[in-house]
Structure formats: structure tokens, C-alpha cells
């Protein structure tokens, strides 16, 4: 027998992380860039809100992607949490010598490239001028033109008095639909809200609001939707043919969102935006940008003379005007201060480049002295935004003010170089002062500089060169910098500066645990995170994968750890049970401004069953409202005797953000692990336990701790109702291996056959026994009582089915739940037994849904364990209807001779057309039917979780403060 790795988990306190103001602009990897405030309000349609200490957070499973750095390249990974918390008095200035500049909370950590090539985290409060930053060099977005489309038929639906002329090839099966429903009945039910003349004499003319109810009614999709519009036009509210302005053709193609884009690039720079003219003289920016709006629109130009150059009219009249404000949201006044790209483009990133090229041909110039490209603004925000999407291209730009302006610069000859070959300038005389800027410019004094010297650079440089790179491997230290992912920018000044708002936002990211913030990484730590780069041999910031919920860290004296990743959140409690049960070593965190917890209590008890010994670590001690003593105290009364204080359990003061008291936590686990000899046998029968399985496209999966044994490609593998041979190996970062150690983690190939997480693996089919079992109850001949519902579940590995079926709502009865896609077997056990079948994260592939509809049986599929919860708990409540979602009333306006109903949905949607009943202490009070359903002043066809809106219902039933409208499916 051998001394061999100890295998840790880390329970108990789970970090936030840190906080940025409301007005944070962050990039999400879908192609937008949205403030803080506005990112968090976009969360709870992913997950669900609660209360916090201070705050509300608000928990997803997978939902918007963000940019992070892992240590080596910039990567997408999801949001698994928001945070809105109160502001402290007292917040943070960090401004760069790029013109970037983030506000933060004091503790909130940057990453900072060292002159000995190490990247470490330094708290806003502890930076200092000059140190360098690092920033993202590229950010590559998605695109997606229908996400535009849909947004442009959701604006033509709230906005009103628009009218659509249909496609007559495209909307043929459309228009019949109509007709063999009946106008008269159609506009009965409310869905034709003026006369119907003009859809029974073919003119194939509508009302936009009219037209889009009933193809979301008829079962089209938005594609589909959108497609059959041939032209658009403004009409007044009276008449559906109003002729207020001529007819404007609905761009359609790829090619003309692209035009479409550099029309909003001139109109940003020189444009009128409420009269829809431009006021330029170039005669380039003349001919593209008629061309552009006579084959995009279909509208006609005519160039005029204005009072001090040429003016560019159209006569597209108000319904182009109304485009650009209503549909576009461009401002309809104070334009030159307030303009920035419309986000309803965001999303289909080729639009952005020739906005970019119109900008900087109505506006932009190119610098002789500074031999730089320039583009001026008197928005802050159009500017900052630009700067975000030229990283796109690999092209670093800076920002500062001149005159009242706020200034982008191009400078030097990488990036003007990139900026001559990819974008495509109208005005040819600029495009030559750039291509002569390129040839006399130089390296970037800003963007191309480092703490290390440029010797040692060169040096790598020509060494790669000269071994092709695949021999010779440079220091993991400046990898990032060499390979172009990051670039590392000074600080120009740090300043203290009084809070302006009452909330501050974080975001928690999957993996990276950091986010481009204003074009800075903002990052977030978590004390397995300091853990893995902190006295870690060869390793730096992010540089250990964790694609099997283990990882393992070496210290400097080569000392090798393992660690099992257990996820934070109460609905997975099973899920750390099993990651206690499977290790020899616990680390309990503890909050030393919050105290012990409930979830600190809950992992005391889980350690306390698997009887294994374990280490406290009290953190964020340097806060003022720290008490070590309080901690230590509470924790005695849970019968914890503490090494000096009469007892042998060690605790150490650690920070997660600093690093602080790391060194001497690595420590304390070897020493307990040779007291507690935990020691292993590489010629011994393998003696693995199963900590995650899953059903993966290669096939199934099951990850592993090996606690005695050694495993090997070949091996015959005995579980408690399968075996298998090992075709597969892989290590905790994902490699293919041909064994694996004691006390290492690892992942196989080869079962057909699932084992239960938590139960034993070995070579020795003797040595098997029984483990503990995933709860899958398989009451298909239990007799359902009236008020019980049954369900097939369905997941896509083992930890989310236990954390799944320990959350179920009671009365909600298991009749069978398993691994993998939703099968045929599944929907006919549903069938026989009258249960609804739910996935979660699960496919389901169209044969089967054919078949659920042919049996009628109903099936759900959900990505947020929380949506499902809801679902069931909403079906429990609603008896044999579907409820939708539930809003409370929380304030009553008078109208004329009624009452409108101001509500704020608390989960699910609140849909106008769908049936509505009043809720009062949960018995319903009378059915419903929604006349008006308004978000501001906007008309809307439904609200979505966290939105607060004005409801005029009919019959007006006596509703008071507190009672709740529940929607439900027809």
C-alpha cells in the first residue's frame, strides 16, 4: 500500500463574486452589447429570481453566453447566476490608457500581466498606475438575421398603425385559411380589428397588428410570418388603407440588411433622423446611399442644396421616418448625443461592418499628424460600442474626448492595416489616406505593449519559428499575449468615486468565472478557482479543464490533490451528498461577515454522515463586518471542537480573492491526508466510485475517482447490474489515456448500461456491493389518486435526474425515470399509464413527438430544472388546465368608468388571447377576458417573468391589491 492523492470536496458558502454599476456595457456573445442593469433583467426568463443577503439573485442553469478568458484564450461560456445588490457608498474608477473605464466595487479583482510573466488578480482597490490590464483582443460574435426579422415583426405588432401588403404566392395557403374560417367570425373574436373588405377582395392588405395575431393563431412561424410581407406602410389609426405616406418594400435578403446597414451608418453620422434626410456633400456617400434605399426600400432620392451642403431626400415619407424611429428605435431627437447602433441589428453581425463604413464616411477622417484613422460623436455610447465591435476584426482602438467630442482612433499599423483590407470606405480619397497612414504608421504604444521585455519576446518568436512551433511549446506565463487572444493595456489612473445608483450587478460565468465588462475582463472568484491557480505547478489563471466534475491541482512540492466539483444551489444537495461520500477530505467554507447558514449547516451534516475528516476555512475575513470569533463560536454549538480551543479539527482564515491563506490550506490537506493515511494499491483490484454519469454523442459516459487500483483500456468492469469493457479512457482535462492511478479522476467509455452515481466499479466482480441508488420510482401499476400526477422523467445524466427527483412538488408521482433521450417505450409507458412525460435538458427527436401526438400524450421539454418545477407545480394548481403564468396585482388606476389592473408577472407569461381568471388566496374568483394588455404605452400580445404591466379586463370584476391573474392555455 501507497500514500496516494487525497480526494477533497469544497462545500458550504458559495461566492457571488464581485459587482459593476448599472451602466456597465457587457458583450454577450450573440452579437449585442447591453448595460449591466438591462443583462440581469433578461436573466429571470432563464432561471428564477429569490432574495438575498442585500439583494436578489437570480439562478440559471444555462442561459446568455458572455466572453471569458480561461488563461490561454478568450472563450463563450453561460451565465449560471446574476446578482443585484445594494450598492455600497463608495465605489471604484478603473480607466485605462485605451480610454476604457469600469466601475466596480473595491474587492472587485482585474487580471494583471506581470513583469515575470505571471497573470494574478488584483483587487480595484489595489491597483496601481501603470501596472498592466488585461483585455480581450478578439471577440468573434454569433449572427443570426432571423433574430432581427423576429424583433422588426414584434415592433411592426406593439407599435401600431401599420399596414402589411402581403406576398400573393407566399401568403396564398395564408389567405385561404382566412376564408375558410370566416372574416365575420374572425373579427368577432377580436382578430381583425378594423374592416375585412380588403382580405375578401384580394387587395392583400392588412393591418399589421391584424395580420401577425392571426398567423401566430393559424400556427405560422415567424419566419414564415415574415416572409410573406411584401411592403409596409404608416396609416393612421382610423383607416387600416390610411394615405399617409407611400408604400416601403420590407428588407428581406442578406444582401439588403448589409445596404441596410451602411443607409444607418450615413444616418448616424450626417442624417436628420425625423425628417429621414441626410445633409452631406461627398458624392460617393450620394450614389451608395441612393442605390442602397431605392434597392432596400424601393424608395426614390432627390439631392437638393441645403443651407450649408447637399441634402439627400427620400419619398418614403412618414413611413420611413417611422421605420428608423419605431422599428429601429434610432432617436427622434438629440440624435448627435443619444444615437448608438440600434440593438434590434445587433444580433446579425455583417450589418455592423458597413455601419462602421458609413460612420466613417459621414464622419470619420483620417489624421495626418498621428497618421490615424478618427471618428467623432457626441455619443459616448455609439463610440464605446464601435470599440466593442471592431474586435471582432482583431482591430484594438482607443477613446478620448476633443472639443465636446468623443473620439474612436485607428492607430497604428496592424490595426490599420486590418481596418484598410476589411472595410470597404464609399469615399475613395479616405480610403487612400488610409492605405498612406498604413505605410508610415508603427507598433501601438498602447495596445502592443507588456511588462515583459521585448527580448525575451523576440526570443519565443524566433524559437517558434525556428522548432514550427510543434517542438517547442513557450512558457505557459505569455501564451496568450503571443497567440493574439489578449492584449495587456496600462492603468491610466484608479479613482474613488461616491455610488450614483442604489444597485451594483455581477454575473457568474460557467468555467471562465469572468466577463468583457466595457471592454476590460471583469473577473470572479471563487475559492475552488484560487485553489486550482495558486501554488499549482506550471499552471496559471483558468488553465485546468474541468469537463468531468473533477479536477486535479500539484503544489510546489509535488504534491498532487484531487478535487470533486459539487454544485452550489439547494436543488442539488444529492449531488454534493455523493461528492462527500466519494472523498477522504472535506473543505467546509465559511462566511466570515454572514456567519453559518442554513447551506453551511446542510454540508456540516453531509460530512458528518460520510464520516470523513475536514478542514474549515473562514473566509473574506478582511471585511469589517468579518467575525472569526462569531464563526468559530456557532460552530461549536454544531459540536465542532477546534484544534487550540479543545478539539483536533483544523480551520484556517483563507481569501478567495486575494489568495490569501491558500499555501497553508494546500498544506493543511497533506498533512491530514498522511494523519488520516489515505493510502491506495496500483496492484490491488480497481476500487473505483461513480461521481456523474451521462449520455453523450460518443456514447455513454461515466466519470470516476479511483480510490484503489489501476484502470486500463481493456479492463473488464463490474457494476452493480452491468459490466463492460473500457474502449474508452480519458483523463480529467478531456486526454486519451492508457490508465489511470489512485486517488485520480477520469472518465470511461464502454458501458451500455448506466451504474448508479454513487455506487462501486471494480475488476473484482466479489468486491461489488450495494451502493446507494438513484431514487427512480417505478410505480406504473400504483393506483393515481385524483389530485396526483403522473410523470415519466426524463434527463441527461444521473445528477440532474437525483437533483430533479428530490425537488418534485408532492403529489407528483414518478412512474419511471431514466438517462438519455425521450424513447418511443417512454411515450407508450405514458400512454398505458396516464402519465405526462417530462425532459429535462433531454432530446426529443420528431418520430417520437409524432407519436406523443398520436397517443395524446403530452410531453415537455425544459433546459432550466426550474421551469420544469414550475410547470408541474402550475398544473398541480390548475387541476386538468394548462396554467401559462401567474402575475400579481400590485397597484389599480382608474379609467373613465373602470379600473386598470397594474400587474408584474411572478412566473411563466401572462398571453392576451389565452382564457385569464381572478385569483384571490388561491380560489379563483371569476374568468376573464383581457381587452387591453399594455407594457407602457405600448399595446402587447404578452409579458414574460419580472415585467410589470396595465391590464383593462372584462367583466370587470371588484379586484384588489394582492390578487393574482393566472393565464392559462385555451
Not at 8 to 14: N, Y
Not at 436 to 452: M, N, W
Not at 563 to 572: E, N, S, V
Not at 701 to 709: E, I, K, P
Amino acid at each position: 500500500m501507497q500514500t496516494r492523492p487525497p480526494i477533497v470536496t469544497v462545500l458550504g458558502h458559495v461566492d457571488h463574486g464581485k459587482c459593476v454599476s448599472p451602466d456597465t456595457l457587457i458583450s454577450i456573445a450573440d452579437g449585442r452589447i447591453i448595460k449591466a442593469e438591462q443583462l440581469y433583467k433578461e436573466l429571470p426568463g432563464f432561471g428564477y429570481e429569490e432574495k438575498t443577503d442585500g439583494g436578489k439573485v437570480v439562478r440559471t442553469k444555462k442561459s446568455i453566453s458572455v466572453f471569458g478568458f480561461d488563461g490561454k484564450k478568450v472563450k463563450i461560456s453561460p451565465i449560471i447566476a446574476g446578482w443585484k445588490l445594494k450598492s455600497p457608498n463608495t465605489l471604484y474608477g478603473v480607466e485605462l490608457n485605451s480610454g476604457d473605464k469600469v466601475i466596480t466595487t473595491a474587492e472587485h479583482p482585474f487580471f494583471v500581466f506581470s513583469s515575470n510573466g505571471k497573470i494574478r488578480q488584483v483587487r480595484a482597490d489595489e491597483l496601481e498606475k501603470d501596472c498592466f490590464v488585461i483585455v480581450p483582443k478578439n471577440l468573434k460574435f454569433s449572427s443570426d438575421l432571423d433574430k432581427v426579422k423576429n424583433e422588426i415583426l414584434q415592433k411592426l405588432l406593439i407599435t401600431g398603425n401599420w399596414i402589411v401588403f402581403l406576398n400573393s404566392a407566399k401568403a396564398y395557403n395564408f389567405l385561404q385559411k382566412i376564408r375558410k374560417y370566416g372574416c365575420v367570425k374572425l373579427a368577432k373574436e377580436g382578430f381583425l380589428t378594423t374592416g375585412f373588405d380588403s382580405v375578401a377582395q384580394d387587395k392583400l392588405r392588412l393591418r399589421a397588428s391584424d395580420f401577425i395575431k392571426l398567423a401566430f393563431h393559424f400556427g405560422y412561424k415567424e419566419k414564415e410570418i415574415y416572409s410573406m410581407v411584401d411592403c409596409i406602410k404608416n396609416s393612421s389609426s382610423k383607416w387600416r388603407a390610411g394615405h399617409t405616406s407611400p408604400r416601403l418594400r420590407l428588407p428581406q435578403t442578406r444582401n439588403d440588411f448589409i445596404k441596410l446597414g451602411y443607409v444607418l451608418g450615413c444616418l448616424i453620422g450626417d442624417g436628420y433622423i425625423l425628417e429621414g434626410v441626410l445633409d452631406n456633400n461627398d458624392k460617393e456617400i450620394h450614389e451608395a446611399y441612393c442605390s442602397y434605399l431605392k434597392q432596400v426600400f424601393n424608395v426614390k432620392t432627390k439631392i437638393v442644396q441645403g443651407h450649408t451642403c447637399k441634402r439627400v431626400i427620400n419619398t418614403g415619407g412618414e413611413s420611413f421616418n417611422r421605420f428608423l424611429t419605431d422599428i429601429l428605435s434610432l432617436p427622434k431627437s438629440n440624435k448627435s448625443a443619444t444615437v448608438s447602433i440600434p440593438q434590434i441589428i445587433q444580433p446579425f453581425k455583417e450589418m455592423i461592418k458597413p455601419l462602421i463604413e458609413g460612420w466613417f464616411d459621414t464622419d470619420g477622417y483620417v489624421s495626418k499628424i498621428n497618421n490615424s484613422v478618427e471618428i467623432t460623436s457626441k455619443s459616448e455610447l455609439l463610440v464605446r460600442e464601435v470599440g466593442f465591435y471592431l474586435l471582432e476584426y482583431g482591430i484594438h482602438s482607443s477613446i478620448y474626448t476633443k472639443n465636446g467630442y468623443w473620439v474612436l482612433r485607428i492607430a497604428n499599423k496592424p490595426y490599420l492595416n486590418i481596418f484598410y483590407k476589411d472595410f470597404n470606405p464609399r469615399v475613395l480619397y479616405k480610403k487612400e489616406r488610409i492605405k498612406e497612414a498604413v505605410g508610415k504608421s508603427s507598433t501601438s504604444r498602447i495596445f502592443d505593449l507588456t511588462p515583459i521585455s521585448g527580448k525575451v519576446i523576440r526570443n519565443v518568436h524566433f524559437l517558434r519559428r525556428l522548432l514550427q512551433l510543434d517542438i517547442f511549446d513557450p512558457a505557459e506565463e505569455f501564451r496568450a499575449i503571443i497567440d493574439t487572444e489578449v492584449s495587456s493595456v496600462k492603468v491610466r489612473k484608479v479613482s474613488k468615486t461616491k455610488s450614483k445608483n442604489n444597485w451594483v450587478y455581477d454575473f457568474t460565468v460557467d468555467k471562465t468565472h469572468n466577463f468583457v465588462a466595457n471592454r476590460i475582463f471583469i473577473h470572479n472568484t471563487t475559492l475552488l478557482d484560487k485553489i486550482r491557480t495558486t501554488n499549482v505547478a506550471g499552471k496559471e489563471a483558468g488553465g485546468i479543464t474541468q469537463g468531468i466534475g473533477a479536477s486535479v491541482v500539484t503544489t510546489k512540492e509535488g504534491k498532487k490533490i484531487t478535487f470533486i466539483d459539487t454544485p452550489g444551489h439547494a436543488l442539488f444537495t444529492k449531488m454534493r451528498s455523493r461528492g462527500a461520500k466519494a472523498c477522504d477530505i472535506a473543505i467546509l467554507v465559511v462566511d466570515a461577515s454572514d456567519g453559518v447558514k442554513p447551506q453551511t449547516l446542510e454540508a456540516l451534516q453531509l460530512i458528518k454522515e460520510a464520516k470523513i475528516p475536514f478542514i474549515v476555512a473562514i473566509t473574506k475575513t478582511d471585511l469589517p463586518a468579518a467575525d472569526v470569533e462569531g464563526v468559530l463560536s456557532q460552530l461549536e454549538k454544531e459540536e465542532i471542537l477546534f484544534e487550540g480551543r479543545g478539539g483536533n479539527t483544523p480551520y484556517l482564515r483563507i481569501s478567495a480573492k486575494t489568495g490569501f491563506g491558500i499555501t497553508e490550506l494546500l498544506e493543511m490537506i497533506t498533512l491530514v491526508s498522511e494523519v488520516s493515511e489515505i493510502k491506495g494499491d496500483a496492484k490491488s483490484p480497481l476500487l473505483a466510485v461513480v461521481i456523474e454519469t451521462s449520455k453523450e454523442k460518443g456514447g455513454l459516459t461515466v466519470s470516476l475517482v479511483v480510490r484503489d487500483g489501476t484502470l486500463k483500456v481493456g479492463d473488464i468492469l463490474y457494476a452493480e447490474k452491468s459490466e463492460c469493457k473500457v474502449r474508452g479512457l480519458f483523463d480529467y482535462q478531456g486526454k486519451s489515456v492508457k490508465e489511470i492511478l489512485p486517488g485520480d479522476p477520469g472518465q470511461i467509455l464502454g458501458f451500455s448500461i448506466l451504474p448508479d452515481v454513487g455506487s462501486i466499479i471494480s475488476t473484482d466482480k466479489s468486491l461489488i456491493k450495494e451502493s446507494t441508488k438513484v431514487s427512480t420510482k417505478k410505480d406504473q401499476f400504483k393506483k393515481i389518486k385524483e389530485d396526483e400526477i403522473p410523470v415519466i422523467l426524463k434527463a441527461k445524466n444521473v445528477g440532474a435526474l437525483e437533483a430533479l427527483e428530490s425537488s418534485l412538488p408532492a403529489k407528483v408521482v414518478v412512474v419511471d425515470s431514466s438517462v438519455g433521450d425521450v424513447l418511443e417505450s417512454d411515450v407508450l409507458m405514458a400512454r398505458s399509464t396516464g402519465a405526462r412525460v417530462f425532459a429535462y435538458d433531454s432530446g426529443i427527436s420528431n418520430s417520437v413527438l409524432k407519436l406523443a401526438e398520436a397517443e395524446k400524450v403530452k410531453t415537455y421539454k425544459f433546459k432550466i430544472i426550474y421551469e420544469l418545477i414550475d410547470k408541474l407545480q402550475e398544473i398541480l394548481l390548475g387541476g386538468k388546465e394548462e396554467i401559462l403564468g401567474k402575475a400579481e396585482i400590485i397597484a389599480e388606476f382608474p379609467f373613465n368608468d373602470k379600473k386598470i389592473a397594474g400587474c408584474k408577472v411572478t412566473n411563466g407569461k401572462i398571453v392576451k388571447t389565452a382564457n385569464l381568471y381572478l385569483e384571490r388566496n388561491g380560489k379563483e374568483m371569476g374568468r376573464i377576458k383581457a381587452v387591453s394588455l399594455k407594457k407602457g404605452k405600448q399595446e402587447v400580445m404578452e409579458v414574460k417573468p419580472g415585467e410589470e404591466f396595465g391590464i383593462l379586463f372584462e367583466p370587470q370584476l371588484d379586484f384588489a391589491i394582492g390578487d393574482v391573474i393566472v393565464s392559462v392555455a385555451k
